[in-house]
């Protein structure tokens, strides 16, 4: 089957990392992954909540939210209580950076992470995690020049991708028109030393079989490899401190 944008089935969309995105958060960065547009800041704070003080263990947290203009038809804000999908996914965002950090090297502080969809065509909630990650580097890279910890609590990298079978067929990073004609849907967040975080994948009009799920998996593995790749290249410009934007394609 042929794909809108024209990509093979085993092809990521375009990504484009923006660094120092906006003047005020120490991690600020804009993620476009085809047509999908992800704001992920991330800031440093002294101090845990009250469940987590005296432990001298660090915390991380995240929040997610999709802006009323984001989607074909607008969309309420959030003003009270959280709708299950977005508590599931700043849940899954929280977990996912919380999985390559060091609590004790981070000491008694917080980062606190937060991800706004400008645009939504797919792929949200892992470009909102691909994105988070650069974020959460900066954020620490502010803690460490500001002498609020002594090293750096990253231990690894995180990536995540959508993959799915649409049609019959196993495609890397669905787009919305994929997504919602996909007969089976996945998202999986994934380590740069490969280890899973999490493989989220639901059967939406069927099930799937062992073969499938090896399939969609190598598939993901291929897409979070070439994501990972653009962080990394994203990561090693100047140091994208509030205001300097840095792009990485």
Known sequence: MARNDGRKANEIRKVEIVRGFTANAPGS????????HVLCTACFEEGVPKWRAGSGLGWCTAEYDMLPGSTGTRRRRTRERLDGRTQE???LIGRSMRAVLDFEALGENSILVDCDVLQADGGTRTAAI?????????????GLKSGAISRSPIV?????????LVGGKALLDLDYSEDVAAE??????????????????TGERGTFGRADLDRLVRLAVRGIGELRAVQEKALRGRSGGAGKRRRSR
């Open 184 to 201: 089976v849907d996945m998202n999986v967040v994934m380590t740069g030393r490969g280890r899973f975080i999490e493989v989220q994948g």
């Open 156 to 164: 690894d990298g995180v990536a995540a991708v959508s993959v799915g």
């Open 29 to 36: 960065v804009l993620i476009r992954t085809g047509n999908t």
């Open 89 to 91: 996914i700043q849940r």
């Open 130 to 142: 691909t994105g988070a990650y650069v974020a959460v580097c900066d954020a620490v890279r502010f």
